[in-house]
T-cell receptor, first 112, second 114 residues
Framework: KQEVTQIPAALSVPEGENLVLNCSFT??????LQWFRQDPGKGLTSLLLIQSSQREQTSGRLNASLDKSSGRSTLYIAASQPGDSATYLCALSSGGSYIPTFGRGTSLIVHP | DGGITQSPKYLFRKEGQNVTLSCEQN?????MYWYRQDPGQGLRLIYYSQIVNDFQKGDIAEGYSVSREKKESFPLTVTSAQKNPTAFYLC?????????????FGEGSRLTVL
């Protein structure tokens, strides 16, 4: 069964820092990997989707990479801002059913 | 605008009552999902549906029921058999679960048992 781990569980950084969030998985036979953002009490907002055949995706200050051989994805946030404060979750689709499996998320605080 | 609408946003239930959470999407997606989120835990899958009139149990289906009579609607009933129903419930959809497409979420419903 696919297991998804996100480390660290929480992160606090000063504004302006570049930072990396990690997502590791045990089964490399994935179909896609998706990064989400969740604000307190809200639903999940899709940030980036990487298909199995892709190595990375970029959107504005966000860049997500995928390395299936090492079972790892990273979400890079450039020049962090207080508005980036949220919980970031990764989810993978793998196995015959294509049903996404989620990590527990990384809670990010960017302080001014 | 296209999206997923969940209602109600907040719901209070007395013990022993069944409650139904609504999920409607106008994205023309075939696949729909219900997840439960508890503090400090990841999302856990309750039920999913890949097509109208068909649905499958997820990892924590006990005490829940669903129906999929229309493509755009996937309501979740939390029954009195669910021992610990207080949680945040999230509905999601994707174009086709067989294509492992992008997943979209509603704003969630918070259920509190009094």
């Amino acid at each position: 069964k696919q297991e998804v781990t996100q480390i660290p569980a929480a992160l606090s950084v000063p504004e302006g820092e570049n930072l990396v969030l990690n997502c590791s998985f045990t089964d490399s036979a994935i179909y896609n990997l998706q990064w989400f953002r969740q604000d307190p009490g809200k639903g999940l907002t899709s940030l980036l989707l990487i298909q199995s055949s892709q190595r990375e995706q970029t959107s504005g200050r966000l860049n997500a990479s995928l390395d299936k051989s090492s079972g790892r994805s990273t979400l890079y946030i450039a020049a962090s801002q207080p508005g980036d404060s949220a919980t970031y979750l990764c989810a993978l689709s793998s196995g015959g059913s294509y049903i996404p499996t989620f990590g527990r998320g990384t809670s990010l605080i960017v302080h001014p | 605008d296209g999206g997923i609408t969940q209602s109600p946003k907040y719901l209070f239930r007395k013990e022993g009552q069944n409650v139904t959470l609504s999920c409607e999407q106008n994205l023309n997606h075939d696949a729909m999902y219900w997840y439960r989120q508890d503090p400090g835990q990841g999302l856990r899958l309750i039920y999913y549906s890949q097509i109208v009139n068909d649905f499958q149990k997820g990892d924590i289906a006990e005490g829940y029921s669903v129906s999929r009579e229309k493509k755009e609607s996937f309501p979740l009933t939390v029954t009195s058999a669910q021992k610990n129903p207080t949680a945040f419930y999230l509905c999601a959809s994707s174009i086709d679960s067989g294509m492992a497409g992008e997943l979209f979420f509603g704003e969630g419903s918070r259920l509190t048992v009094l």
